[in-house]
């Protein structure tokens, strides 16, 4: 070969380098980045106030049953052996009667309720965290996800995972 063709080649090369390197991830909108947060409120904050909430059958156990108002930070672990997701609910209905889709558990679109955040299912031994600006209130925790397996197709807030925190 000349050495126009191997210039030529050598071009061509470092170019595709510089596209894939453009377009790779670096956590700076390339395309494959670092996937969006799941908490639909969340906001990026330091937190004045923590809650930490263990998923189990068919239990949602929060270390406090009150916090400040302000940036409170959610530490959701499924310690269970299915998969369960984190709600935060804003309604001035009671913790067990929220409103339920027959088959798809609470309805999240209610005028009823405002769904404040959500961490999206979590597998058996995973964590997730999100911070979210609360007001003075009641506020419900649940999981909502819908046990396939239930021939009622109960979701598990309807088997019992749910829990009311005061914010101050």
Excluded at 1 to 21: E, H, K, Q, Y
Excluded at 34 to 48: C, F, H, L, R, Y
């Amino acid at each position: 070969m000349n050495d126009r063709v191997l210039f030529g080649i050598g071009t061509i090369l470092l170019l595709v380098g510089v596209v894939a390197a453009a377009c790779g991830g670096g956590g700076d909108g390339g395309g494959d980045s670092e996937p969006e947060p799941t908490a639909t409120t969340a906001v990026q904050q330091p937190a004045d106030s923590e809650v930490n909430v263990r998923l189990f059958e068919w239990t949602v156990d929060a270390d406090v049953e009150s916090v400040a108002a302000g940036a409170v930070a959610f530490n959701a672990a499924n310690i269970g052996g299915v998969g369960h997701n984190l709600v935060v609910i804003r309604s001035d209905l009671s913790a067990d009667a929220l409103p339920v889709i027959k088959g798809a558990g609470v309805d999240e679109a209610s005028s009823a309720i405002e769904v404040v955040g959500k961490i999206e299912e979590l597998e058996p031994g995973l964590d997730e965290s999100m911070v979210l600006d609360l007001e003075p209130g009641v506020y419900t925790l649940i999981c909502n996800i819908v046990d396939e397996a239930d021939a009622g197709r109960r979701s598990h807030y309807q088997l019992g995972m749910r829990i009311e925190l005061q914010v101050n």
